[in-house]
């Protein structure tokens, strides 16, 4: 008798599993399905009694405002496109492979929701999202604060040194602009004016305001003038080409915590180049690589103790293929994990 032909296994491709309707747990299903919209679909924490019970290391912030642009407005949708931004397999077991560790196995990491913003009252916006962000700093987690145009970082910044409070913050800051206008149109707190008002202000020392990825043609020698004035210290792109970003961030590092004992990470996605971040509303050519602005992530938090982050000016109506918020929610991803690898 003659053997047939192998067994064409495609009939057994699915694991059998009895009661498949109940075969996966909300958390289990892709990041896309069942969606509640948080970050990485973690738990929503809104209110000050949740996040006293949540007891978080890391909570999540929108600010969805982009009324401080000067350029292309876009940025008020970057939190629900950070939110939802592709992610390889969810909360529980992520693993990080830079790191070697499972994020979400150390620490607790809780999604606060959004600074309650109303469009066209400017002020009202960052009055609010400094309330959000002091709530969440004081009920315990480091806030993560998803952007919005950089104005945000006025009020973000002004809120985890208000709570940390008489202890001092240096800030590094990555963007392809140093944000330190005088005004903009007669507005003095948009998106070119943050970090002005945050050292005139006192909220930061200007010699631990420490800018990294400066490139173009904006601000003007006049405005440089005055950040050499107040004692700030930044690492133009050009000498990241010369040194390579590791050494850079090294001496950032330094300089940020020259006093400061902990440090605010203000991440302007513009630092990266257009071509691996198009979705922003100034773009700048000749940036950092995607792989460079998340190392760099990873080797400032591993090295200082983090009080307060932001990632901004994401613009999703210029992205494309997703590319911009998949980098933004990567960056928010290497900080929660450098924390995590902290606790080993
Ligand atoms: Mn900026
Ligand atoms: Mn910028």
Redesign the pocket.
Known sequence: MTEGPPDFRIDHSELAHDGEFDEFAPEDLPYYSDWHGSFEKLPWAFTDEALAEADADVAIVGAPFDEGVSSRPGARFGPRAIRMAPTAWGTADAWSIQLQDEPYAKLTVVDAGDAPIVPTRFARALRVIHEKVYRVARAGPIPIVLGGD?SITYPSVAAVARHVWPRKVGVVHF???A?TGAEQWGNLYA?GEPMRRLIEEGWIEGRNFIQVGLRGYWPDRATFDWMRAKGMRWHAMTEIEERGSEAVIADAIVEALDGPEVIYLSV?I??VDPGMAPA?G?P?SGGMLARELLRAVRQIVSQCELVGMDVV?VAPPYDHAEITAILAHRTVMEAISALAAKRR
């Open positions: 950089h963007d392809a602009h944000d998106h302007d513009d630092v922003t100034t700048e000016e």
